[in-house]
């Protein structure tokens, strides 16, 4: 357990329907990672946080994807309208890392598996 | 934009025996990191290069960052059943919070 908790575990859901993943990263780490992985791939970033603002985004990011990090603490990340290419495991990361330094050590959490239908 | 790959994609030894996955960028780096994916898990770190032709050793493994930033490699000598698991290089430009993962190494150790 890296102390990076992702909920829910699993997501089954229906083409179109919209999906919300939540991240809880370590308190006192400051940066936030969201990353996306298909099977036999490396994780794919998707974007990051520093505190509550979203500072990357990644060009290939559809405008169906939104993340938010309100209070510079736990991460939502909101899937609209879903379709199968969607399916993949979501996972976080958290780093502690100071100025514009860049990334320390990512702590991973367990990730959200998507399954679109 | 950024690539970072990865050979070999697998490999099979035996227990025993030494391994090296190579990682390669299509950028001159700022830093690598090196994270490891046991089967079903998620990424855990290893460690992170910084300088131009860097040697950092952990046990059993060592990391090389090369000259030119542009290429890493991480050696495992004499494996072990708990070795087994996808191997990840993670490159980073300088100035960029994007850590672009390569293609991984999937290491299998025959008992």
Known sequence: DTGVSQDPRHKITKRGQNVTFRCDPISEHNRLYWYRQTLGQGPEFLTYFQNEAQLEKSRLLSDRFSAERPKGSFSTLEIQRTEQGDSAMYLCASSLARGGRAPGEQYFGPGTRLTVT | ?111
């Open chain 2, 1 to 111: 934009g950024q690539q970072v790959m990865q050979i070999p994609q697998y490999q099979h030894v035996q227990e025993g025996e030494d391994f090296t996955t190579y990682c390669n960028s299509s950028t001159t780096l700022s830093n690598i990191q090196w994270y490891k994916q046991r089967p079903g898990g998620h990424p855990v770190f290893l460690i992170q290069l910084v300088k131009s032709g860097e040697v950092k050793k952990q046990k059993r493994l060592t990391f090389q960052f090369g000259e030119a930033k542009k290429n890493s490699s991480l050696h495992i000598t004499a494996t072990q059943t708990t070795d087994v698991g996808t191997y990840f290089c993670a490159g980073i430009l300088r100035g960029y919070q994007k850590v672009t993962f390569g293609t991984g190494t999937k290491l299998q150790v025959i008992p």
